[in-house]
């Protein structure tokens, strides 16, 4: 499966941002899919992930509360809306997706994924 990932922009501190993943190649509902953001100078981290075949999410806890993931079946994306944007929440965010369906232990680990989609850049200004 391909990923793409868009979406991005740059956003007051306080602001809003809906991040798209589009897939290629496979179904979204297939994977377990999830987002990660690596700010300059820092690891990869895991932001949130949706189980395949399910409802069952996870979040960052730096992000819980502010971000919702979510999928649409129909369009074959899954999105990322973000909401009271920091701007800690400043990052490169990447859609990842795997054909296992992750216990929420594992669905923060970047190596449970084995397809990446490029980054899209979130600004966040203060």
């Known amino acids: 499966v391909q990923l793409q990932a868009s979406g991005g922009g740059l956003v007051q501190t306080g602001g809003s941002l809906r991040l798209s993943c589009a897939a290629d190649?496979?179904?979204?509902?297939?994977?377990?899919m999830g987002w990660f953001r690596q700010a300059p100078g820092k690891e990869r981290e895991f932001v949130s992930a949706?189980?395949?075949?399910?409802?069952?999410?996870n979040y960052a806890n730096s992000v819980r509360g502010r971000f919702t993931i979510s999928r649409d079946n129909a369009k074959n994306t899954v999105y990322l809306q973000m909401n009271t944007l920091k701007p800690e929440d400043t990052a490169v965010y990447y859609c990842?997706?795997?054909?296992?369906?992750?216990?929420?232990?594992?669905?923060?680990?970047?190596?449970?994924?084995?397809?990446w989609g490029q980054g899209t850049q979130v600004t966040v200004s203060s």
């Open positions: 990842a997706a795997t054909r296992g369906s992750l216990i929420t232990g594992t669905m923060p680990r970047s190596v449970s994924y084995d397809y």
């Open positions: 190649g496979g179904t979204v509902s297939s994977y377990t």
């Open positions: 949706i189980r395949r075949n399910s409802h069952i999410t």
